[in-house]
């Protein structure tokens, strides 16, 4: 059975920085485009970087210049290396395929960026 287990999150004072991991087990990872997502209070999940099985990525107009998405497939494991954080910028994290499948969604990692 898969499952993706994120790690990272915390609390944080505006322009700091963080870095969230997202552990997969099975072989979904090598395989396939992943993301990570956001759902700030109140507002729907949004995909805020992408991720390629070949390590192109690509950005949220939100993030992109302060956040970095990278990933080691031996490791099954994907990274967010968050900087120069926004309070805008909180909200829980989850990480899944590109485009993302119903059933993988976990419980996700808490970013609260304080002002």
């Known amino acids: 059975q898969v499952q993706l287990v994120e790690s990272g999150g915390g609390l944080v004072q505006t322009g700091g920085s963080l870095r969230l991991s997202c552990s997969a087990s099975?072989?979904?990872?090598?395989?396939?485009?992943m993301g990570w997502y956001r759902q700030a209070p109140g507002k729907q999940r949004e995909l805020v970087a992408a991720i390629t099985r070949g390590g192109s990525t690509n950005y949220a107009d939100s993030v992109k210049g302060r956040f970095t998405i990278s990933r080691d497939n031996a490791k099954n494991t994907m990274y967010l290396q968050m900087n120069s954080l926004k309070p805008e910028d909180t909200g829980v994290y989850y990480c899944?395929?590109?485009?993302?499948?119903?059933?993988?969604w976990g419980k996700g990692t808490l970013v609260t960026v304080s002002s």
């Open positions: 099975g072989s979904i990872f090598r395989i396939n485009a």
């Open positions: 899944n395929l590109n485009p993302p499948y119903v059933t993988y």
